[in-house]
């Protein structure tokens, strides 16, 4: 055993011997293997509706669009439990079927996602923890609890804060500041987000804490399973390497779906982003849980790079060429929902799924590498959604 080994065995013994005493039996090993996803719209599968981005509002949006229901070729109808699996297509939780844990080319027998589009720590904990329901829907911890009584679980990945911190009402400022050309939205974004650290920390680092109780109340140890927390990827690109330039409004803002000054989308990138992960990684590294920064995994495949575009009538949709983000234009709510917006779309859905699966294939401590605490996943310039690949970070 590693000293790093070792010292994670201390962490995570220390939070599982915090939770009340059970008498049920050791994890069901003669039941299906399983891998489990929790937390929110980044790892639910939000926008898994969409490959690419098109500003055709017609039929099969030049292809994009995998709600289509066709008759006799043609796109005549739209169905999102094509791609939303029920109830998830009509309670808003939007568990996509190419979300990352279903992606992932993983080694169990199962693989199952409890995540909901707009959770928040809150509604990872325990009930009687505190948790809440959401969207219809128990606890995502007591959820836990119930599928490990029947599966085996092995890896159990969780995406979870954005929403603590306000994530979506840091976007809608952005939005709002570009288009009626009002001061630059990290003015007074900044200042909040940072205050709002601490405590959003604080309830992560709880939610991983629930989810050992919750295996453990099961008769799980501490190394039956892998628990991972991920960060998450940025879908805008920084000002230099956007397509569209900031004063073509009709181009960044209307066609493209990139709605945000030069000087946002650089706060975006380089600091909010990474403030995230690093914050994240201190979280993670505290409960002893495995990290996978994903802060890199889009780079050159944001909505607008330069190094991709939009699909078009002679252009399909491709995961080499295409955006990997979900736009956020004037047609994104005719076309679906706008709640889809600003989200990996199913080729970014893809591409994390790959990340899922060379993390869980890599050792959970890599021997080669023993101060290593998770890995960075980045992709490969020109590559598709298979081509990732991961880094250990101390």
């Known amino acids: 055993m590693t000293l790093l080994r070792g010292m994670t065995l201390a962490l995570v013994a220390t939070v599982v011997a915090a939770a009340p005493p059970v008498a049920r039996a050791a994890p069901p090993t003669g039941s299906p293997t399983a891998a489990v996803s929790l937390g929110d719209s980044y790892i639910s599968g939000e926008a898994g509706r969409w490959q690419g981005n098109s500003p055709n509002s017609a039929g099969s ?3 994009t669009d995998r709600a289509c229901v066709f008759t006799a070729g043609v796109c005549t109808a739209y169905d999102k439990s094509l791609v939303y699996i029920p109830p998830s297509d009509t309670n808003g939780c939007h568990r996509s079927d190419v979300a990352e844990i279903r992606s992932a080319a993983i080694s169990v027998a199962q693989k199952i996602n409890i995540a909901c589009s707009g959770a928040v720590t809150a509604n990872i904990w325990r009930a009687q923890s505190g948790g ?4 219809g829907e128990l606890p995502q911890a007591d959820q836990l609890a119930t599928l490990a009584r029947q599966v085996n679980v092995k890896l159990v990945v969780l995406s979870i804060g954005g929403n603590d911190l306000g994530f979506a009402d840091i976007v809608a400022a952005c939005v709002t500041a570009y288009v009626s050309n009002g001061p630059p939205c990290r003015t007074t974004q900044d200042a909040p987000l940072r205050a709002k650290m601490p405590t959003a920390m604080a309830n992560v680092r709880k939610a991983l804490d629930e989810i050992r109780f919750a295996l453990a109340g099961d008769g799980y140890g501490p190394f039956d399973y892998r628990l991972e927390l991920q960060s998450y990827p ?6 230099a390497e956007n397509r569209y330039a900031e004063a073509d409004k009709a181009s960044r803002g209307g066609l493209g779906g990139c709605p945000f000054y030069d000087t946002d ?3 975006a990138r380089d600091t909010v982003v990474p403030l995230i ?8 590294l505290d409960r002893g849980a495995q990290f996978i920064d994903l802060r890199d995994a889009f780079q050159s495949r944001e909505i607008c790079a330069t190094t991709t575009a939009l699909a078009g009538p002679t252009s399909p949709p491709s995961p080499t060429t295409s955006d990997w983000g979900r736009f956020l234009s004037g047609v994104t709510p005719v076309q679906g929902d706008l709640q889809e917006a600003i989200h990996p779309n199913a080729y970014g859905q893809k591409a994390l799924g790959t990340c899922v699966k060379l993390v869980f294939a890599a050792a959970p401590f890599d021997a080669a590498h ?3 605490k998770g890995y960075a996943c980045k992709n490969t310039p020109g590559g598709d959604t298979s081509a990732m690949t991961i880094t250990p970070t101390p």
Do not use: M
Not at 132 to 135: A, I, L
Not at 234 to 239: C, K, W
Not at 277 to 284: G, H, P, Q, R, Y
């Open 61 to 63: 949006r030049d292809g």
């Open 277 to 284: 992960s690093d914050n994240l990684k201190a979280a993670a």
């Open 132 to 135: 809440q329901t959401f969207k």
């Open 370 to 372: 023993p101060n290593a």
């Open 265 to 267: 989308s650089d706060w």
């Open 234 to 239: 940025s879908v805008i690109p920084r000002a």
